[in-house]
């Protein structure tokens, strides 16, 4: 998801706190059913590598658990 709305979700740290850009949202899936879901806020727009990236690893975490 692209360009958040204001107020969706702050992200808090000790540096601070913020609003995202962007959200990732990744399923993890066994047999085609989804048994989760991997959520990243990013402060900016990840590139399609970076998001290949993060769908291989929800591939192996479906992997281990299941």
């Not at 360009?3 to 899936?29: E, R």
């Not at 959520?39 to 929800?58: G, V, W």
Request: glycine share 6%.
């Amino acid at each position: 998801l692209d360009n958040v709305p204001d107020g969706y979700i702050t992200v808090y740290s000790g540096l601070g706190n913020s609003s995202p850009t962007q959200l990732v949202l990744v399923p993890i899936k066994h047999e085609d059913d989804v048994k989760g879901v991997i959520e990243i806020a990013c402060f900016q727009r990840l590139n399609e590598q970076t998001l290949d990236h993060i769908e291989q690893c929800a591939h192996k975490i479906a992997n281990a658990i299941f």
